[in-house]
């Protein structure tokens, strides 16, 4: 279990402490994939940045597995929006970054699972180059092997496949549900696409304008359905979710 118990961020600006998200309570069951969408600016980003350990000023209480929560501890996965590269490394050793922080023996099974992975998002032939010498949909799809390679308890994904062309979009969509079938990882991810949310997601977030707070949760009973788009179920949800944003994002 994920608790998240009335969770804010603000920005120092100047003197001034602005608002960025939050008050956030949530509590997230093990292994459930959340879909998070909201307006630009609302703290999508924030939040996800105070569950992936890189922001440590925050109020509120945040917990895993019952523990106070601890990237040192907690395996968690984080595919950033600007994809978190290092460009010193090459993308061989930016996907098995995490396995070899963690000290993990590479055995035949994890050769494979690597294998798996960067065949499925079309990166093998890249393995030598370095993020400089990357496209941002590569860079993306990096991030996306590295994140998944880890196989974390949490994961975390800040728009993961926006640089991604429609095909390799759902190429990785799908490469994720296979993924979390396998391994089911406790997910978060934040996407600006309803069609998205609807296919990955297995609850879906709604959050106010900034600083965001949720707004709905939606139990989705769509979750990774095949052909959505001819499900009647879907124009409902679909046509709800719009209404909300349209609306400014309230009910
Ligand atoms: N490092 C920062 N310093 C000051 N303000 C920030 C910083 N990062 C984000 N913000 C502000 O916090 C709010 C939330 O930003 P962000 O989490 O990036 O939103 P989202 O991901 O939903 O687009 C915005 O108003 C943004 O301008
Ligand atoms: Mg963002």
Redesign the pocket.
Known sequence: MLEIDELSVS?R?GKKM?P??GPISIKIASGDIYALI?P????????LHVLSGIIKDYSGLVTLKDEGLNPQKHDIGFIPQNFGLLPWKNVQKNCLLSLTIKEQKIDSSLTERVDYIMNKLNIKSLRDRYPSELSGGQKQRVAIARAFIMNPDLLLMDEPFSALDALTREEAQELFIDIWNQYRPTTIF?THSIDEAIYMGKKIVIMSH?P?TVVEIIDNPLFNTENLRENKEYLKLSAHLRNVVKKGWKI
């Open positions: 920005y600006t602005i960025a998200v909201g630009s600016g609302c703290g999508k980003s924030t939040f934040v900034c965001g």
